[in-house]
């Protein structure tokens, strides 16, 4: 199959396009109008240091409705020790950086280059990326960020240092979009840590045709240190 190939103009073929694995295009920029263009399109880049930007539309979509949120008994009683604390927005950076550097099973380097962090760093100045961080002890033991566009949250990458301190900082943030309205957390690709929290595979049309109704509703735009305390 041939690929397309993006120049400067900012545009995406139709998802239709995408090849069996879910690549759509490579290549264009990580500019801010090119990132949201991509989120609002049921689109996202994935790649390596040292490759071109690829551009991903995966069929069928994995994703969490905030209802279907699982928490397991184990998970309930962690939440009553109180050993953890959960900010929003508190240092994004360091977030995307322990994201970065966190080794993960069967996986060969980052695809969080730094050409992502400073492309999501701006999307965060802008008050649509955002961060969650898990302390324990005054120190970061885990975390995740995502990007907020209307009712849709669309989760990028987590980490943790600790056992649990992940799950804690997902369920927080369900919990918390959950009484904003939140229609859909967009997860990208299946894990069995988010399907043990509720996730599942839906067809990439519905997912698109979700994302068309739902992110024209305001977002929740700004510090989210603010919005959801």
């Given at each position: 199959?041939?690929y ?22 490579i290549?264009?920029?990580l500019?801010v109008?090119r ?8 689109i996202?880049?994935w790649?390596?240091e ?16 905030p209802?279907?949120?699982?928490v397991?008994?184990?998970m ?13 927005d ?16 069967g996986?060969y ?43 849709c949250?669309?989760g990028?990458?987590?980490?943790a240092?600790v ?11 369900v ?17 069995e840590?988010?399907?043990s ?11 698109i045709k ?5 992110t ?14």
């Amino acid at each position: 199959m041939a690929y397309y190939f993006l120049n400067e103009d900012l545009y995406f073929p139709p998802v239709s396009k995408t090849n069996r694995d879910g690549v759509l295009a490579i290549g264009g920029d990580l500019s801010v109008q090119r990132l949201l263009l991509a989120y609002y399109s049921g689109i996202f880049p994935w790649f390596s240091e040292g490759e071109p930007i690829i551009w991903w539309s995966p069929d069928p979509r994995f994703v969490l409705y905030p209802n279907d949120l699982k928490v397991s008994k184990s998970m309930k009683q962690i939440f009553k020790k109180n050993e953890f604390e959960v900010t929003f927005d508190k240092d994004f950076l360091a977030v995307i950086s322990n994201c970065q550097q966190k080794k993960r099973k069967g996986q060969y380097g980052t695809w969080i280059t730094a050409d992502i962090i400073t492309a999501y760093h701006n999307l965060h100045k802008e008050g649509i990326a955002h961060s969650v961080e898990v302390w324990k002890e005054s120190k970061l033991v885990g975390g995740l960020y995502g990007i907020a566009l209307g009712n849709c949250f669309f989760g990028e990458s987590m980490f943790a240092h600790v056992s649990n301190a992940s799950k804690v900082g997902f369920i927080t943030l369900v919990q918390k979009l959950t009484e904003k309205n939140i229609h859909l957390i967009d997860c990208q690709i299946h894990t069995e840590h988010l399907e043990s929290l509720g996730g599942d595979f839906i067809p990439r049309k519905q997912f698109i045709k979700e994302i068309e109704e739902n992110t024209k509703n305001d977002t929740l735009k700004g510090n989210w240190s603010e919005i959801l305390a």
